[in-house]
Structures are given as structure tokens and as C-alpha cells.
């Protein structure tokens, strides 16, 4: 969004969006900071957040029917990462990569410190679906002694090297809520047509709008889209702005 202020802060922490104002004119976006509401308005807006998210915050108007039901229906899925610190790379001695595929409950395994310095290892397994559903139902150190158990079945020396484990859980992630958009049958072919569409001078990045959904690379492809819509917007007001005069 192009910025109608003279502030050289660029990015505000701490300050979640509570409301999207758009019109003919141009946007607004009420923001909450220290209790405050705050309003930037500008020309455009680009959303890049989750729909998970932009569900939540209030929109004048609302924006098209075929759009508020992608941003209403899209589904997000559950994802589960646990990361056990191993006091010595023990796979590493056996000859083996440290990755383990299979029907653990867990899901995969994966190192995570390959090519790090040291003794220590990390070990990642990855969950998705309803595994992580059931794994995020748990309290933390109740999800690393679940990991912990399910582990020594396929590496007994876990046990004996294990000093310690955090969990992430993309469920209860704040500004998230789900790891990544998920498609149902059938919702792809109703949705894609109106996912990245713009609404008026409201232009929507992220990478569930782009063709590499989940990765990087969708993140950015969507941005440079984004961008370029907003541009060729402006140049060509700009444009009539000039016959005009």
C-alpha cells in the first residue's frame, strides 16, 4: 500500500489489523496499537496474510460473493514439528542418514543439522493431517515424550542421547492458523479463478495465490504479480490524469 505519511518506519510490530475500509478513492486499514486504533489510508492495499486470518477482520464493504467464499471456505491444514536435541549424531556412526519414512505415528523423520559443526545433532519429525491434530491436542512436554516414544522404536539410542525438545504447532500459531490453504475436491476448480483476482484497489499476494503453493518461490512470484497489478493501475490514472489536464 502506498503510504499517505511522512513516518520513516516502515514496519509496525505488535500491531494487528482489525479492519480493511476500501472504496473508488482509495483504502484504509484500521489498525490496534497499545489499546489504540490507528488508520493508514493510501491508494491500494496488498493482503498477504492467510485467509485463515483475513476471515477475522472486518471489511467494508465486503468484498465480491465469489471471493468472501475462497476467503470463508478455504480450507488450511494441521502440521506438527517436534525437534529433539541428540547429545551425539549417533546415526552418523551407523552408517545412516539420520531420515526415517514410515507409518510412525509421528510421521517423518529428518535431520535437521546436517553439515553443522559439533557433536550435537537435531532430529525433526513432521507431521501432518490428523496425526498433528492429535499430536497439537497434547501439552508440550506431553508431545515430546510421545515423539520420544515413538522414535525408540526405530532409533533406541534417542533415549540415552536426548537433551532436549521444543514442539511447533501451526494449529495454535497466532497469526496463522494452519499451515498452508488446502484444496477439497472440486474447490480448485471454484475457487483458482477468483483466488488472486484483485477487488478494486484491494491486490492479494501470499502463496496461496500463486501456482507454488506452500514455498517460497509462490511467495515471492505472488508479490511481483502483486506489484506489477497495483502499478499498471497507478500508470494508467496516471496516464488519464495527463490527457485529461
Known amino acids: 500500500m502506498q503510504r499517505r505519511t511522512t513516518s520513516k518506519e516502515k514496519i509496525l510490530y505488535g500491531s494487528p489489523v482489525v479492519r480493511i475500509e476500501h472504496d473508488k478513492a482509495g483504502v484504509r486499514v484500521v489498525f490496534q496499537k497499545r489499546a489504540e486504533h490507528h488508520t493508514f489510508a493510501g491508494d491500494f492495499l496488498i493482503i498477504a496474510i492467510p485467509f485463515s486470518m483475513l476471515r477475522r477482520i472486518d471489511l467494508s464493504p465486503h468484498f465480491s460473493a465469489e471471493k468472501q467464499r475462497v476467503i470463508e471456505q478455504l480450507p488450511y491444514y494441521s502440521v506438527a514439528r517436534i525437534y529433539l536435541q541428540s547429545r551425539k549424531k549417533f546415526w552418523i556412526e551407523q552408517g545412516l542418514t539420520g531420515d526415517v519414512y ?7 523423520v ?6 553443522q559443526p559439533g557433536p550435537r545433532g537435531i532430529l525433526q519429525t513432521y507431521a501432518d493431517g490428523p496425526q498433528a491434530r492429535r ?7 506431553d508431545r515430546i515424550s510421545f515423539v520420544l516414544e515413538e522414535m525408540e522404536k526405530v532409533s533406541p539410542e534417542i533415549r ?3 537433551e532436549g525438545g521444543v514442539s511447533k504447532c ?6 496463522e492458523r494452519g499451515a498452508s ?18 477487488e478494486g484497489r484491494v ?3 501470499g502463496n496461496r495465490t500463486s501456482p507454488w503453493i506452500r514455498w ?14 497495483v502499478n499498471k493501475v497507478a500508470d494508467l490514472a496516471q496516464s488519464h490524469a495527463y490527457v485529461d489536464s
Open 170 to 175: 501451526w494449529d495454535e500459531d497466532e497469526w
Open 181 to 198: 490453504s488446502l484444496y477439497k475436491p472440486g474447490q480448485m476448480e471454484e475457487f483458482w479463478p477468483h483466488i488472486a483476482r484483485p
Open 160 to 162: 540415552e542421547n536426548f
Open 102 to 108: 514410515g507409518d510412525l505415528a509421528i510421521g517423518g
Open 135 to 141: 499430536i497439537c491436542a497434547m501439552k508440550e512436554q
Open 216 to 229: 517460497m518461490q509462490g511467495a515471492l512470484f505472488s508479490g511481483i504479480r502483486a506489484a506489477t497489478e
Open 203 to 205: 491486490h492479494f499476494a
Open 110 to 115: 529428518r535431520e535437521m543439522s546436517f553439515g
